[in-house]
């Protein structure tokens, strides 16, 4: 089965940068998505196919996609991305959707 | 704006079937450019696909639950729903609902979630 990677935290101070990574086999042949889950919230896609953003989502949230690593970066951190993130693909040889076992993001 | 809403019993007896709803509201299900799915968190555990369907009828589920879930869609009500057989304590979860765009007609990119819904299995 395919596997999905990610760094289970990840601590940033306000203004910083994080970047959360999405590791899987040669990863970059498929279409990564991100979504953004705060307590007690529904979860939200905030970038999708590798690098877009959905409407709504600040210009902070950036992605790339390359080799074996996919990456999630938030420029300018705020208090208010504290949440987790789940990378997401199509296993599209097997035919099911792969979850990353998420990074829980704490803004110091 | 799409807003979904999970229903359903939050207690479930091993051995029972768990059935849940999930209510759409800002968007009509009908259409083929998505697929209608579950994906549920146990706890201290990661996301699991569960399974989508679109309204056309096309479903894949995850192999994992395949022999145990049925999904149905009733365009009338503007709901889809979920039933899980044969529940064991390791069916504990938060389950969310979700709505996948339809990409090469796969449930691809999951964009609209569900608030989700504890259901916790035990006698």
């Known amino acids: 089965s395919y596997v999905l990677t990610q760094p289970p935290s990840l601590s940033v101070a306000p203004g910083q940068t994080a970047t959360i990574s999405c590791g899987g086999d040669n990863i970059a042949s498929k279409s990564v998505h991100w979504s953004q889950r705060k307590p007690g919230q529904a979860p939200v896609l905030v970038l999708y196919?590798?690098?877009d953003r959905p409407s709504g989502i600040p210009d902070r949230f950036s992605g790339s996609n390359s080799g074996n690593t996919a990456t999630l970066t938030i420029s300018r951190v705020e208090a208010g991305d504290e949440a987790d993130y789940y990378c997401q693909v199509w296993e599209s040889e097997h035919h099911y959707v792969v979850f990353g076992g998420g990074t829980k993001l704490t803004v110091l | 704006h799409l807003h979904l809403q999970e229903s359903g019993p939050g207690l479930v007896k091993p051995s029972e079937t768990l059935s849940l709803t999930c209510t759409v509201s800002?968007?009509?299900?009908?259409?083929?450019?998505?697929?209608w799915g579950w994906v549920r968190q146990p706890p201290g555990k990661g996301l699991e696909w569960m399974g989508s369907m679109s309204y056309t009828g096309s479903t894949y589920y995850n192999p994992s639950v395949k022999s145990r879930v049925t999904t149905s869609l009733d365009a009338s009500k503007n709901q889809f729903s979920l039933k899980l057989t044969s529940v064991t304590a390791a069916d504990t979860a938060v389950y969310y609902c979700?709505?996948?765009?339809?990409?090469?007609?796969?449930?691809?990119?999951?964009?609209?979630w569900g608030q989700g819904t504890l259901v916790t299995v035990s006698s």
């Open positions: 800002g968007g009509s299900i009908n259409s083929s450019a998505y697929f």
């Open positions: 196919h590798d690098t």
């Open positions: 979700a709505r996948a765009q339809s990409l090469a007609n796969a449930p691809a990119l999951i964009d609209y």
